[in-house]
């Protein structure tokens, strides 16, 4: 088992940055894939990025490619997703989550575990 907590969200105006932080304590952390999703208001809980247990897989959705950028410190036991030019529409709760599997799942029944999540708004 594996607990997950998330941080750094907050409230930004459009085209700022934000670099969320997610906490893992329990199990080996590098033996889990990892992956950011969000989930807005009214909507399903969405992929965002994902990074393979050693971090040299990385895939992101279309909607954040050149802007988010996800990594990792195995040593820390810290996944990290850089966000830059952010957009109102990036507006939702930031979930991180872990697989068994250790590679760069985009689909979330992939992911065994999850954080609480954390909170990013975009005014514009």
């Known amino acids: 088992q594996v607990q997950l907590v998330e941080s750094g969200g907050g409230l930004v105006q459009a085209g700022g940055s934000l670099r969320l932080s997610c906490a893992a304590s329990g199990r080996t952390f590098s033996n889990f894939g990892m992956g950011w999703f969000r989930q807005a208001p009214g909507k399903e809980r969405e992929f965002v990025a994902s990074?393979?247990?050693?971090?040299?897989?990385?895939y992101y959705a279309d909607s954040v490619k050149g802007r988010f950028t996800i990594s990792r410190d195995n040593a820390k036991k810290t996944l990290f997703l850089q966000m830059n030019i952010l957009k109102p529409e990036d507006t939702a709760v930031y979930y991180c989550a872990a697989n068994e599997h250790g590679l760069e799942y985009r689909t979330r029944t992939f992911y065994k575990y999850w954080g609480q999540g954390t909170q990013v708004t975009v005014s514009s």
């Open positions: 990074i393979s247990r050693s971090g040299g897989n990385t």
